[in-house]
């Protein structure tokens, strides 16, 4: 390299990740192959690392649980993962409610037992505004994060 590369192969490094290249350097890499190369050869081998080092590592995972004992001796797990209810439960229990409701409606119906119907339309109506509340309030981090209010 001459002493005209190293110049911009310093202005190169200088740049923080991401950065748009300045207009010399970009006319300079346009005409000078060995900076050229060097640069995509650079920036294909950040990214590789950068990659390697983005695996996903789970939180209750062993090395981390140690890790953190290792800073701070009463640390204590929380597994909130463990504590979360699934998508599929919530959709479990919102089917089996739908499907209470519906029944013992027509028992009610069926069995002329009229003076239970407004009650357990009362009981119903109750429990699935908790059930909305309980779903809206667990999974608030989903509403604020994903759903855009227009
Ligand atoms: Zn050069």
Redesign the pocket.
């Known amino acids: 390299?001459?002493k005209?590369?190293?110049f911009?192969?310093d202005k190169f490094f200088a740049l923080d990740k991401n950065e748009r290249l300045p207009a010399s350097l970009t006319v300079?890499?346009f005409?000078?192959?060995?900076?050229?190369n060097?640069v995509r050869k650079f920036s294909l081998l950040e990214k590789k690392c950068s990659k390697e080092n983005m695996k996903k590592i789970s939180c209750d995972s062993r090395n981390v649980v140690e890790i953190m004992r290792r800073l701070d001796s009463a640390y204590e797990m929380y597994n909130l993962q463990k504590e979360r209810v699934s998508m599929r439960q919530w959709l479990v229990a919102g089917a089996t409610l739908v499907l209470c409701v519906v029944l013992f409606e027509m028992l009610a119906f069926f069995a002329s037992a009229e003076f239970f119907i407004f009650p357990l339309s009362l009981f119903f109506a109750f429990s699935i505004i908790m059930y909305c509340v309980a779903f809206v309030g667990t999974n608030m981090d989903f509403f604020i994060k994903k759903w855009k209010i227009q």
Request: glycine fraction near 0%.
């Open positions: 390299m001459k005209n590369c190293d911009y192969m300079h890499l005409f000078c192959r060995n900076c050229r060097f």
